[in-house]
């Protein structure tokens, strides 16, 4: 497409739960039994502990494939939100997002996410611009990349203080 600017990103998963050169036992097969530890590696960054949820028998002091979706979707709408204060002369002075997502699973196992919903506290500087501050949460959402590519609902309910 004319106009379109692709990225690539590069991720490593490597599952660590197995010692070095064992073989897996079938017995352990069994989600009770299997260790789900795992790294995620990004070239140059550091490594990310993971497991899976504690919903699947996973470690409860490693990161699951399900909070890091949430947090992912969380981190781009404060990005872009960040971005777009900037660019309207807006002083961001805090933010923090509590986001929740809602994971529903059938009885075989299989599941979905049904929705997400972030609830941004915004702080800035300037009680004139806090009207202005709540509003461009809707543009963020807009151009956040990761919540345009879910199939379920994104939604925002931001607070917006002034220091």
């Not at 739960?17 to 036992?25: L, R, S, V």
């Not at 039994?33 to 590696?41: M, T």
């Not at 872009?80 to 002369?89: D, K, M």
Request: net charge negative.
């Amino acid at each position: 497409m004319k106009g379109l600017t692709q990225h690539q990103y590069e991720v490593g998963v490597v599952w660590t739960g197995q010692p070095d050169g064992a073989a897996a036992d079938p017995a352990a097969l069994d989600p009770a039994g299997l260790d789900h530890s795992h790294e995620i590696r990004v070239v140059g960054k550091p490594t990310i502990a993971a497991s899976a949820s504690p919903a699947q028998c996973g470690d409860t002091a490693r990161h699951s494939p399900e909070e890091l979706l949430v947090a992912a979707i969380s981190e781009c709408h404060m990005l872009w939100y960040l971005r777009l204060a900037a660019e309207n002369g807006i002083v961001v002075t805090g933010y923090r997002d509590t986001a929740v997502g809602t994971l529903s699973e059938h009885p075989d196992g299989s599941g979905r996410f049904t929705g997400v919903v972030l609830n941004p506290e915004v702080t800035v500087a300037d009680p004139a611009t806090q009207h202005t501050a709540q509003v461009l949460h809707e543009r963020a959402h807009a151009m956040c990349f990761i919540a345009s590519s879910v199939n379920f609902a994104v939604r925002h309910e931001p607070v917006t203080r002034v220091a």
